[in-house]
């Protein structure tokens, strides 16, 4: 199935570039908004019984917009999980049983992370009613974070072991930590390629996330075929015709 982020989707953002009566899916971002507002959740409700359109989650994370809603899993801390709780009441609200999730930055070395991010995602995986999935990162203003590369990620999911964690595969990050650390991207499907059941497709010319269109940037998305049966166009810029060309593309 093929989606939108939230933040192009005129609904949930007056500069958004279409309508939700124009798509199926929305990926509804709750690291953009403060989502514990009443507002808020009458809004979702509305787009969903408006439309009739499908949501996935992408939970808030280590840097997201509102600071008291932040999680990082490479730590371990219970607002991560009070946050989470919201998270959920949220999923069940609107009928979303898929939720995005990040590791977090780095604190300290990276084993004692990568094994925090291990300890706190047995945790949430008890909550069998959802699937999470896990996305790659990249490093960024010279913060490295959990889940850069395919290894990484291969040792979260073994030592977690849930059945309910599977893999968000963005493209974009991919390629960014691809050319920071000297692996191929395409390194992801090789090794994930049995857990990735969800991905993210924009674009970008190898220098920063800038979350092009699929079409616009070096990034031939047509490598990244896989069985994900959730594709989000996250795009953060771009015309309508670039939006709808690359969603057609990824069929």
Known sequence: ?????????????PSGIVSASEVKLIELSLADYDFTKNGFFRKALSVKESYDVEYTIHAPFQNSAVKHLRV????????????????????DLIDAKRIVIHAGDVIGD???SLRNVVRNL???????????????????NGVRRVCETPDEMLFVLEN??????????????????GKQQGFLPEEFLEKLDGSIRHMHVHNNYGI???????????????????DADVKIVEVKNGTREELFRSMAMLF
């Not at 999980?81 to 959920?88: A, S, T």
């Not at 599977?166 to 960014?176: E, I, P, Q």
Request: aromatic residues 8%.
């Open 122 to 140: 047995r945790e949430l995986c008890k909550n069998k009613d959802y699937e999470f999935a896990l996305e790659n990162l990249y490093t960024e």
């Open 72 to 91: 990082n899993f490479a730590e371990i801390k219970p607002e991560n999980f009070k946050v989470m709780e919201k998270v959920l009441k949220v999923c």
């Open 1 to 13: 199935m093929i989606g939108v982020n939230s933040m192009i989707v005129k609904e949930f953002n």
């Open 208 to 226: 920063r996330d800038d979350h092009n269109p699929p079409v616009r940037g070096l990034i031939d998305v047509r490598k990244f075929r896989c």
């Open 160 to 177: 977690v072991g849930a059945d309910n964690l599977v893999v968000n595969l963005d493209v974009g990050h991919a390629y960014l930590a």
């Open 110 to 112: 990276l084993d004692r």
